[in-house]
């Protein structure tokens, strides 16, 4: 191991030329990871939490229906998933935009809470309020149309969530004016979410409603399938440091190679005294993967300083979580193992003593 540190020093030039070369790779690499974690977080907060399944029920005569009686239609059949109504727009004067997300059943998901409770069981005139809205708040209490709640819950986490401009409500507590506004509309759509399918549920959930309510159109839309759209432009995100990480790559494929030309003389020696080709490997990709974990510690240090600065890339902040570093330091393993391998296969193939007979 000394003698690997011995000649990183006598080759400064080069080990820096790599160490470049790999934080070039490293770094978007990283960031990527950093973009992709951040880019999802948001994409399901705004959905509500993250969940496998995703499906649309939505009810095209809202008007006939029976607000307290559709509550607990929900809580009885959907044990294993999620049902709530999203993101209904409200406007009220000396309040920032924020949106409602009505909860049909409450047992299997909740908001993130950074202040308060959950709700208790038929718990009335409550609400769960995000950050944002709660710190323009000026008390414990806010009137929702003409109907006074209690503020039990703050949502949000510690950095912007999708979760701090809404604010979570039962439906059967929510105030008349807004039900009657919600069944006014050419349909009503139920999202019910699950990390198990939910299909059973759904038709469970249906039939019944249909025993009560004859009159009563239902249509099941499947939303696993419209994921595609936010992948698509995840992809589209990630395909600039994508393109960095494979161009540097190359470069340090190059590096490498110019590494193994100016220390062949060194290597051949070393064979010509009985090194045999598992040495000579451990020799080559020992000194190529410290080289690529100094990269990697170096580029976790930069990315640390510009989340700690609120630098962000893309509108997303640059985050260090312990999956970005363990990703990072396999990604610089596999990096290393990947540029020493084709300078390896090179040397091995070469000719000791015609590499020793060479001038200069």
Not at 40 to 51: H, K, T, V
Not at 131 to 159: E, R, T
Not at 312 to 319: A, K, L
Not at 346 to 355: D, P, R, V
């Amino acid at each position: 191991m000394w003698s690997i540190f011995k000649d990183i020093k006598n080759n400064k030039i080069i080990f820096f030329l790599l160490l470049i070369g790999f934080i070039f790779s490293i770094f978007p690499a990283s960031i990527a990871i950093s973009t992709k974690t951040v880019f999802l977080e948001e994409a399901f907060q705004d959905r509500n939490g993250s969940f496998k399944y995703y499906y649309t029920i939505k009810l095209n005569s809202p008007n006939s229906l029976n607000i307290n009686f559709l509550q607990e239609l929900c809580k009885t059949n959907f044990v294993k998933s999620s049902a709530i109504i999203e993101n209904i727009d409200v406007n009220k004067a000396g309040m920032p935009p924020f949106s409602i997300v009505a909860l049909l059943n409450d047992t299997n998901w909740h908001p993130p809470l950074i202040k308060g409770r959950y709700f208790k069981e038929n718990e009335k005139n409550s609400l769960i309020m995000g950050k944002d809205i709660y710190s323009v708040n000026s008390s414990d209490f806010f009137k929702l149309y003409n109907k006074n709640y209690k503020i039990i819950g703050v949502s949000g986490l510690k950095d912007k969530t999708g979760y701090d401009e809404k604010i979570f409500i039962k439906l059967n507590d929510m105030p008349n004016d807004m039900l009657e506004i919600l069944k006014s509309q050419p349909s009503l759509n139920i999202s019910v979410r699950s990390n198990y399918n939910a299909k059973t549920e759904i038709n469970n959930f249906v039939s019944n409603l249909n025993k009560v309510n004859l009159q009563q159109k239902v249509k099941i839309v499947d939303e696993n399938n419209n994921n595609n759209i936010s992948y698509e432009s995840l992809q589209e995100l990630l395909g600039a440091p994508i393109r960095l990480v494979l161009i540097a790559m190359i470069n340090l494929v190059i590096v490498s190679y110019l590494w193994i030309y100016t220390k062949r003389k060194d290597i051949s020696l070393r064979k010509a005294l009985g090194a045999s080709n598992i040495d000579i490997i451990m020799y080559i990709w020992g000194q190529i993967f410290i080289c690529s974990l100094v990269s990697a510690l170096m580029t976790f240090l930069i990315q640390h300083l510009l989340y700690k600065a609120n630098i962000t890339i893309q509108n997303f902040d640059v985050q260090i979580s312990p999956q970005n570093i363990l990703i990072g330091l396999i990604f610089s393993l596999l990096l290393s193992i990947i540029t020493s391998s084709f300078p390896i296969i090179h040397i091995i193939k070469l000719q000791s003593a015609e590499i020793l007979n060479e001038k200069g």
